[in-house]
């Protein structure tokens, strides 16, 4: 069946240093794939998303790009802010799925002044 | 809009009781899902409905049940709750494709003793 896979945190950095979470993923066809955050005490949000290969999807500094041929879509950001700490989930929505998101196990972030 | 609105935010449970979480949104979306996240597992998904009337089952469905009977409001039922039920419960949205933005909830955390 389909699976996320994504590296375990926590990863700890400090301000201004680069940030990248590695995530693959097994699915058929053409998934839709999507980074989600989520900040302590609430739910998730969208970050970004990639829905056909060689897409990138970037929002609030962060990007990922879908990479067909290793079945990937790190998520990456230069420069990060403490306001960044929170968890990071990867995500894939199979074809002719109706929106059911198959996610990662999730990678706690953690950025220290 | 208010978004997706969840019901309650915390509860507390002894074993064999039965409760419903409540989930409501505004954004006349098509799609509602209900998802547990537990440590280390990230969000995997209970039922999910594509319309009002319209429910099924997803990964991990077994002690709980859903109706749709409107497009705003999509209840999830504990019949009778267990430990292994302890969990944090998530309620999205979306329009009827696989691309697009799901909505989160705030979360209901729940504890079963």
């Known amino acids: 069946g389909d699976s996320v896979t994504q590296m375990e945190g926590p990863v700890t950095l400090s301000e201004e240093a680069c940030l990248t979470i590695n995530c693959t993923y097994t699915a058929t066809g053409y998934p839709s794939l999507f980074w989600y955050v989520q900040y302590p005490g609430e739910g998730l949000q969208l970050l970004l998303k990639a829905t056909k290969a060689d897409d990138k999807g970037s929002n609030k500094g962060f990007e990922a790009t879908y990479r067909k041929e290793t079945t990937s879509f790190h998520l990456e950001k230069g420069s990060v802010q403490v306001s960044d700490s929170a968890v990071y989930f990867c995500a894939l929505s199979p074809t002719d799925s109706w929106g059911k998101l198959q996610f990662g196990a999730g990678t706690q972030v953690v950025v220290t002044p | 809009n208010a978004g997706v609105t969840q019901t309650p935010k915390f509860q507390v449970l002894k074993t064999g009781q039965s409760m419903t979480l409540q989930c409501a949104q505004d954004?006349?979306?098509?799609?509602m899902s209900w998802y547990r996240q537990d440590p280390g597992m990230g969000l995997r998904l209970i039922h999910y409905?594509?319309?009002?009337?319209?429910?099924d089952q997803g990964e991990v469905p077994n002690g709980y049940n859903v109706s749709r009977s409107t497009t705003e409001d999509f209840p999830l039922r504990l019949l009778s709750a267990a430990p292994s039920q302890t969990s944090v419960y998530f309620c999205?949205?979306?329009?009827?494709?696989?691309?697009?933005?799901?909505?989160f909830g705030p979360g209901t955390r729940l504890t079963v003793t």
């Open positions: 954004m006349n979306h098509e799609y």
């Open positions: 409905s594509v319309g009002a009337g319209i429910t």
């Open positions: 999205a949205s979306s329009f009827n494709r696989d691309d697009y933005e799901q909505y």
